[in-house]
């Protein structure tokens, strides 16, 4: 009865144990793959679970095939080009028109200032001396420079511009020194004589400017160049009051002629004066039109040229 209760002691035991133990698959490989779940290829891993896992723990997870060297460095792009804007100066074409006062004030004269008595005036230039001196002298000058024009025209009651019989009315620039040349000679008899009227000189310019054959192109520069004792009959202003100069249409006039091409047009003025007659009042009004002309003032007196610059500064894209 001993040896009995020890046998039924282990039997007890080794119940417990086995009902404890996790099943033992002893199926072979092939019946293992060939339980592997439809849609899933054999080998691959499976969806992530919520609980981590990869999937069936005999299942066996590929790795990726490892980085090389190359791979882990960033591909070498070779550098572009640096780009940067600059002026660069080049000379253009240069077009210096003079307009020239040819009244008959610039001849002996009688002056009727308001409330005054009357003066008797010897005339601004009765020798034609500075206005020939002016042109000559800014012709002899720039006459050989590279891409630089002259045109001449003159005025009293209307006005008109030495053109050339072989072009259209309003092409009047030279185009070499022998024409420029011609252009002097033909201006050079001229006489004085009508009145002063500005309004004239200006209708003139407009159309000489805009109808030019190379004011199209959008490079040429226009150096107006006007020359008058400073007393236009046609604006309404007292010699004898400063103060009447103030609001002139004359400034708003000669602003007009500048907005044809405001970088390529100014107007530049040259008052003369009898010696014995200084002018201080024209003399201010010419001042006051280069001033809204964009340009510069110079009296004849002074035996001064106005200075020419054909140099313009233009944009230039250069990449390195």
Known sequence: MRNYGRLFVLLGVLLFSFQNCAPVDFASQAEKASRTPAGDVAGDPDIVDDDGGTGPPNVAVPQPPPVTEDELLPPVVPPGPTCSEELTQQTVLTKIFFVVDISGSNQPHTLYPP?????????????????????????????????VQFGISTFSSSAWAYN????????????????????????????????????????????????????????????????????????????????????????DDVRSIVNIAPSRVTLNTVFYHHQ??????????????????NGGYVDASSNRILKVDNLIKIPNVVCQ
């Open 276 to 293: 014995n007659h200084p002018d201080p009042i024209a003399s201010q009004l010419m001042k006051k039109m280069a001033e809204a002309g």
């Open 115 to 147: 409330g005054l008595p009357q003066v008797d005036h010897p005339g601004s230039d009765p020798a034609r001396t500075w206005r020939l001196k002016v042109v000559k002298d800014m012709m002899d000058a720039y006459r050989n420079v590279s891409k």
């Open 164 to 251: 050339f019989a072989t072009r259209n009315l309003y092409d009047v620039f030279s185009r070499t020194p022998s024409e420029a040349d011609s252009l002097y000679g033909r201006y050079y008899p001229f006489s004085d004589g009508g009145g002063t009227f500005y309004t004239e000189a200006f209708r003139l310019l407009n159309k000489v400017i805009k109808e030019d054959p190379d004011f199209a192109g959008g490079v040429s520069k226009y150096i107006v160049v006007f020359l008058s004792d400073g007393r236009p009959q046609d604006y309404n202003i007292n010699f004898s009051d400063p103060n009447s100069l103030n609001g002139s249409p004359l400034f």
